[in-house]
């Protein structure tokens, strides 16, 4: 089964975007970023903490990884020594 995760914005209502959706991504309020979708079956909204585009890409990316592999449960400390490469 292929992980549906995708990147949000969670618009602020200040935002001059916000109309355009939480799919969009290049909003100009400089919003924060969320991970949005379906992850081991369940649902997964998950705040970033990030208005980084590039940051919050990199960690969908790991996300996505740890789904592949089966350990998105591991703790960040362990997952950090059995890295592979
Ligand atoms: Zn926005």
Redesign the pocket.
């Known amino acids: 089964m292929s992980p549906m995760l995708a990147l949000q914005?969670r618009?602020?209502p200040k935002?001059p975007?916000?109309k355009k959706g939480p799919n969009y991504l290049k909003?100009r309020?400089h919003?924060s970023m969320r991970i949005c979708g379906m992850q081991n079956g369940k649902r997964v909204r998950t705040s970033l903490k990030t208005r980084d585009l590039q940051r919050a890409a990199r960690r969908l990316a790991e996300m996505l990884d740890d789904e592949a592999l089966g350990r998105s449960k591991v703790d960040p400390f362990v997952k950090t020594i059995f890295r592979p490469q």
């Open positions: 914005r618009h602020s935002c975007d916000r909003c309020g919003c």
